[in-house]
């Protein structure tokens, strides 16, 4: 047909929009998850003051210290996503979605560009745009670093094969500068130079000894070590990217030890892990978002991943010179997955589905390209490649979508993840948060003491139980377990606090002080802790470092209301009625109905003596709350002030 063969790249590219969004739409109304999005957005005070100039320098500075890595134009992202979407968790989700879709058609322009045929490039990024294997990467949030690094990914492959087929300073510049953007989005992208020589042997075929009439190069080949120079510029620019990422995670805590994995254990799941993605690409079941680390393997999974990867890639290397599709697909895939495959250990997870976003392209590669070769001199081939595609295109549709819908909260999420999985702690803390925050408490202390029979030195768990315990009044317990996890981890500085607050509670203001400063000193940005040492500080009638910490709150957290009102309480207390006027109403401003604020700056203007605005706003406090004896006593001393009768308002 004339009109589809004319128009058949905007006909793939429109179909990939489609089943994409058929997919992933339903993600706008998810909501965030309690594995990291509160750290990138849902809890995170810098994001949430959106786009400024300081914001701006903080991606590209301080961010690190969350994130474990080097990744501003990812923090960048979302304080553009705040500006739009507020803390709504929906448009956050339909941003990846959107970068997700980009990526498809992206990958689908490229393969066109660089191999010359529609149709298999057309699949190729159908697999990817629609594998269940991509959902961890486009409906959690924080996986943003994924869609939009290989967004910049896709656009610097693209870039490389307009140089190689005519090469141009210009060119390579573009194609550097968008290679760095990537690495400021994830360093994920660091095995990319190394792709570039995949891509150079075939499909552009930019090797002296790899001349084919498949060519998709029209340039003169050139000698291997002239292209290996040619990406020395790329090599250069990851070693401080490196750098930094290895300073990153191991200031965080992500980085394991050799004495918790020592390399033979990392060696030898990194092979199982290679055969195991493998396999959940071909039978994609069970997926989770946490794989937990079993330990070393058995002896016969390390012996058949050892046969396995080595015997195709002994296949790849021998057929390079007919099949290069089946030498640069596996390679792709090989090396792609080097930086996550778990040599350099990242916490106490083996393998996550979100390290396979690029590298399956290559399997996808090996996968329609085989196909199309194995299909090629059948009768009827069109018909039948077609009929297939369409089948297995609406299979994974529908796993896919299933998939997705787990993704809806982190109730769903991780009560799927415990089903899918054994012995996994974590899922069943991040099950136990996620309860006690829809007031479950007794399922979440079931879940919390289910991960520590797991791991008994898990101390996430004991703070998590014993914040269970507090809120159910059984404070000793409570403590028993806060100080239990300071013992294994002295430095832990949510503990410190949440025992601060429990002892606070319980009337140990002293004790409660000495925690909320060594929380501090540990986390010198710990807003709650500044917040709540403020009002200890101020019970005791330390007023001027009480005035302190509630700035750094407020520095923190500039949207408090309460930081606002209890601030006002102490500049008024120390004769600053003018400021404190000024903060009443900020709390005002971001609380209208803050009955309490209302009295406060009513108070406050009697003491300027100006009586008839205490009456006033006295009045707009009873109008939002009848009830409040508070306001309504003080406002009959104000209505006697106005008589002449002496009386002070409380």
Request: charged fraction near 15%; aromatic fraction near 12%.
């Given at each position: 047909m004339p009109f589809l063969h004319k128009h058949r790249t905007a006909l793939v590219c429109l179909v990939l929009v489609l089943v994409t969004l058929a997919v992933y739409w339903q993600v706008r109304d998810f909501s965030f998850v309690n594995y990291d999005d509160q750290i990138f957005v849902k809890d995170n005070n810098h994001v949430q003051r959106g786009v400024t100039w300081e914001n701006i320098l903080w991606a590209f500075s301080g961010a690190t210290e969350y994130s474990g890595y080097w990744a501003p134009l990812t923090w960048l992202s979302f304080l553009i996503d705040y500006e739009i979407s507020g803390i709504a968790a929906g448009g956050y989700h339909l941003t990846n979605v959107l970068f997700h879709v980009a990526n498809a058609m992206l990958l689908f322009l490229f393969l066109k560009q660089s191999t010359g045929d529609h149709w298999r490039s057309g699949f190729v990024a159908a697999l990817f745009a629609l594998h269940p294997l991509q959902v961890e990467s486009v409906a959690w949030v924080t996986e943003r670093k994924d869609v939009l690094s290989t967004f910049f990914g896709m656009l610097v492959l693209m870039g490389y094969t307009a140089y190689a087929k005519n090469p141009a300073r210009k060119k390579y510049i573009m194609v550097f500068l968008l290679f760095f953007c990537g690495l400021m989005a994830k360093p994920m992208l660091v095995t990319l130079p190394f792709v570039f020589l995949l891509l150079d042997y075939w499909p552009l075929s930019r090797f002296n000894f790899a001349a084919r009439a498949d060519s998709g190069c029209s340039g003169k080949r050139t000698p291997a070590l002239s292209l290996i120079v040619e990406k020395i510029p790329f090599i250069l620019i990851l070693l401080p990217i490196s750098v930094v990422t290895f300073i990153g995670q191991k200031q965080i805590g992500a980085l394991e030890t050799l004495d918790s994995y020592p390399i033979r254990v990392r060696l030898a799941n990194a092979l199982v892990s290679y055969v195991r993605y493998i396999g959940k690409m071909l039978w994609p079941v069970d997926l989770a978002v946490i794989y937990p680390h079993p330990g070393m393997p058995p002896g016969w999974q390390i012996t058949g991943a050892v046969v396995l990867t080595g015997a195709i890639s002994f296949l790849c290397i021998w057929l390079a010179k007919r099949k290069p599709w089946l030498a640069v697909g596996w390679f792709w895939y090989i090396g792609t997955l080097v930086p996550v495959i778990g040599?350099?250990?990242?916490?106490?997870?083996?393998?996550?589905?979100?390290?396979?976003?690029?590298?399956?392209?290559?399997?996808?590669?090996?996968?329609?390209?085989?196909?199309?070769?194995?299909?090629?001199?059948?009768?009827?081939?069109?018909?039948?490649?077609?009929?297939?595609?369409?089948?297995?295109?609406?299979?994974?549709?529908?796993?896919?979508?299933?998939?997705?819908?787990?993704?809806?909260?982190?109730?769903?999420?991780?009560?799927?993840?415990?089903?899918?999985?054994?012995?996994?702690?974590?899922?069943?803390?991040?099950?136990?948060?996620?309860?006690?925050?829809?007031?479950?408490?007794?399922?979440?202390?079931?879940?919390?003491?289910?991960?520590?029979?797991?791991?008994?030195?898990?101390?996430?768990?004991?703070?998590?139980?014993?914040?269970?315990?507090?809120?159910?009044?059984?404070?000793?317990?409570?403590?028993?377990?806060?100080?239990?996890?300071?013992?294994?981890?002295?430095?832990?500085?949510?503990?410190?606090?949440?025992?601060?607050?429990?002892?606070?509670?319980?009337?140990?203001?002293?004790?409660?002080?000495?925690?909320?400063?060594?929380?501090?000193?540990?986390?010198?940005?710990?807003?709650?802790?500044?917040?709540?040492?403020?009002?200890?500080?101020?019970?005791?009638?330390?007023?001027?470092?009480?005035?302190?910490?509630?700035?750094?709150?407020?520095?923190?957290?500039?949207?408090?209301?309460?930081?606002?009102?209890?601030?006002?309480?102490?500049?008024?207390?120390?004769?600053?009625?003018?400021?404190?006027?000024?903060?009443?109403?900020?709390?005002?401003?971001?609380?209208?109905?803050?009955?309490?604020?209302?009295?406060?700056?009513?108070?406050?203007?009697?003491?300027?003596?100006?009586?008839?605005?205490?009456?006033?706003?006295?009045?707009?406090?009873?109008?939002?709350?009848?009830?409040?004896?508070?306001?309504?006593?003080?406002?009959?001393?104000?209505?006697?002030?106005?008589?002449?009768?002496?009386?002070?308002?409380?």
């Amino acid at each position: 047909m004339p009109f589809l063969h004319k128009h058949r790249t905007a006909l793939v590219c429109l179909v990939l929009v489609l089943v994409t969004l058929a997919v992933y739409w339903q993600v706008r109304d998810f909501s965030f998850v309690n594995y990291d999005d509160q750290i990138f957005v849902k809890d995170n005070n810098h994001v949430q003051r959106g786009v400024t100039w300081e914001n701006i320098l903080w991606a590209f500075s301080g961010a690190t210290e969350y994130s474990g890595y080097w990744a501003p134009l990812t923090w960048l992202s979302f304080l553009i996503d705040y500006e739009i979407s507020g803390i709504a968790a929906g448009g956050y989700h339909l941003t990846n979605v959107l970068f997700h879709v980009a990526n498809a058609m992206l990958l689908f322009l490229f393969l066109k560009q660089s191999t010359g045929d529609h149709w298999r490039s057309g699949f190729v990024a159908a697999l990817f745009a629609l594998h269940p294997l991509q959902v961890e990467s486009v409906a959690w949030v924080t996986e943003r670093k994924d869609v939009l690094s290989t967004f910049f990914g896709m656009l610097v492959l693209m870039g490389y094969t307009a140089y190689a087929k005519n090469p141009a300073r210009k060119k390579y510049i573009m194609v550097f500068l968008l290679f760095f953007c990537g690495l400021m989005a994830k360093p994920m992208l660091v095995t990319l130079p190394f792709v570039f020589l995949l891509l150079d042997y075939w499909p552009l075929s930019r090797f002296n000894f790899a001349a084919r009439a498949d060519s998709g190069c029209s340039g003169k080949r050139t000698p291997a070590l002239s292209l290996i120079v040619e990406k020395i510029p790329f090599i250069l620019i990851l070693l401080p990217i490196s750098v930094v990422t290895f300073i990153g995670q191991k200031q965080i805590g992500a980085l394991e030890t050799l004495d918790s994995y020592p390399i033979r254990v990392r060696l030898a799941n990194a092979l199982v892990s290679y055969v195991r993605y493998i396999g959940k690409m071909l039978w994609p079941v069970d997926l989770a978002v946490i794989y937990p680390h079993p330990g070393m393997p058995p002896g016969w999974q390390i012996t058949g991943a050892v046969v396995l990867t080595g015997a195709i890639s002994f296949l790849c290397i021998w057929l390079a010179k007919r099949k290069p599709w089946l030498a640069v697909g596996w390679f792709w895939y090989i090396g792609t997955l080097v930086p996550v495959i778990g040599v350099v250990q990242i916490g106490s997870v083996i393998m996550a589905d979100r390290y396979t976003y690029i590298p399956l392209i290559g399997l996808f590669i090996i996968i329609v390209w085989g196909v199309a070769e194995l299909m090629a001199h059948r009768p009827y081939k069109t018909i039948w490649l077609a009929a297939s595609a369409t089948i297995i295109l609406s299979i994974l549709m529908a796993v896919t979508s299933k998939q997705v819908q787990h993704w809806k909260n982190s109730i769903t999420l991780f009560e799927h993840t415990i089903g899918a999985t054994a012995n996994n702690f974590i899922a069943h803390i991040n099950l136990g948060l996620a309860l006690a925050d829809k007031g479950r408490t007794d399922d979440a202390i079931g879940h919390y003491r289910q991960a520590l029979r797991l791991k008994p030195d898990y101390v996430e768990a004991l703070n998590n139980l014993a914040n269970a315990l507090a809120d159910q009044g059984r404070t000793d317990e409570a403590i028993g377990n806060f100080r239990q996890a300071l013992r294994l981890r002295p430095d832990y500085a949510r503990a410190h606090y949440n025992l601060g607050y429990t002892l606070a509670r319980r009337g140990q203001a002293d004790d409660a002080i000495g925690h909320y400063r060594e929380a501090l000193r540990l986390k010198p940005d710990y807003v709650e802790a500044h917040y709540n040492l403020a009002l200890k500080l101020a019970d005791k009638g330390q007023t001027d470092e009480a005035i302190g910490h509630f700035r750094q709150a407020l520095r923190l957290k500039p949207d408090s209301e309460e930081a606002h009102n209890n601030l006002a309480n102490a500049l008024a207390r120390r004769g600053q009625a003018d400021d404190a006027i000024g903060h009443y109403r900020q709390a005002l401003r971001l609380k209208p109905d803050y009955v309490e604020a209302l009295n406060n700056l009513a108070i406050t203007f009697i003491k300027k003596g100006n009586v008839d605005m205490a009456v006033k706003h006295f009045k707009i406090a009873l109008q939002i709350n009848p009830n409040y004896s508070v306001a309504r006593n003080n406002l009959k001393k104000a209505l006697m002030l106005t008589q002449g009768e002496a009386a002070s308002p409380a």
